[in-house]
């Protein structure tokens, strides 16, 4: 258990933190662990980290719509959190991975702003990078997601543009480890969802999926039943959770509203910088 022995994590996240102090248009008051996340994420691989981590804050500035007016405790914000269950899970026994579920609270379609919902799972996400209780450990991310109550209506709310920008992130420039995705309790319109959602997935991402019927017991090849919520035969109490993390977000709004952290300054960009002049002209792109 532990980082792999053949890079030193504080020291690559000091070189992270000492290169991006050259670049002056960046953010620069990047939180200690989230620099670590993007050293853990990319085996140590500093190149890899810089390249993330200037495409994940050129994405948020090329799309306010979701990153900014990110108040946790704004009226749409709170919204979506009580109609949406998006809960990071505390470690299960003998497992080294990390489970996130998601799931419908109240389906009724008028309450699912999909650029809300997906603005939300950023605050959620970004305040996730920073516990220290979330091991940076060799274990990885295993997002479940419950469409359970999830009709087409739903899908009909689903914003292109916006989605795109979830896929793009997720898949490139997320600090994580990625190791699986469970989608459980499928609809029969599942072929419909793929249809939206494949032409924004890369391919070894897709291959990461793993679709499980209503009342199937499929789930438990790939994971832990200790993985699952306690009404699934699972241990995790997910109203429990979720309400520590209603408080998690409570304590650590400023670090979410404070633009120091996220935004960049035009005004002071290094034109000559050929790795985020290139990463910006392939985000207009």
Request: proline share 6%; aromatic share 10%.
């Amino acid at each position: 258990m532990g980082i792999e022995k053949e890079f030193n994590l504080e020291e690559g996240a000091e070189r992270l933190k000492d290169w991006i102090s050259t670049q002056p248009h960046l953010p620069q008051n990047i939180h200690p662990t989230l620099l670590q996340r993007y050293i853990h994420s990319t085996h140590g691989d500093l190149e890899y980290a810089k390249k993330i981590f200037v495409l994940g804050y050129t994405l948020r500035q090329n799309n306010p719509i979701i990153f900014e007016n990110r108040d946790p405790l704004s009226s749409n914000v709170m919204n979506i959190l009580k109609s949406i269950d998006m809960v990071p899970l505390p470690p299960v026994a003998g497992c080294e991975d990390k489970f996130i579920y998601y799931r419908l609270v109240d389906c009724d379609p008028d309450k699912f702003d999909f650029n809300d919902v997906i603005k939300t799972f950023f605050i959620i996400a970004d305040l996730r990078m920073i516990q220290p209780d979330v091991p940076m450990n060799d274990g990885g991310d295993v997002p479940i997601f419950d469409m359970n109550g999830f009709t087409l209506r739903h899908l009909t709310k689903v914003v292109l543009s916006t989605l795109r920008v979830y896929m793009r992130y997720t898949q490139e420039a997320h600090p994580v480890r990625l190791k699986a995705i469970h989608v459980i309790n499928c609809t029969p319109f599942l072929d419909r969802v793929m249809c939206l959602v494949k032409p924004f997935m890369k391919k070894r991402v897709a291959e990461m999926l793993h679709f499980h019927l209503p009342n199937s017991e499929t789930i438990y090849a790939h994971l832990p039943k200790a993985a699952l919520p306690d009404e699934y035969g699972g241990e995790q109490s997910i109203v429990k959770h979720k309400e520590d993390w209603f408080n998690r977000i409570r304590l650590q709004r400023d670090y979410i509203t404070d633009a120091s952290r996220w935004k960049i300054d035009e005004a002071r960009r290094n034109n000559g910088n050929d790795l985020c002049g290139t990463l910006r002209k392939l985000e207009i792109d």
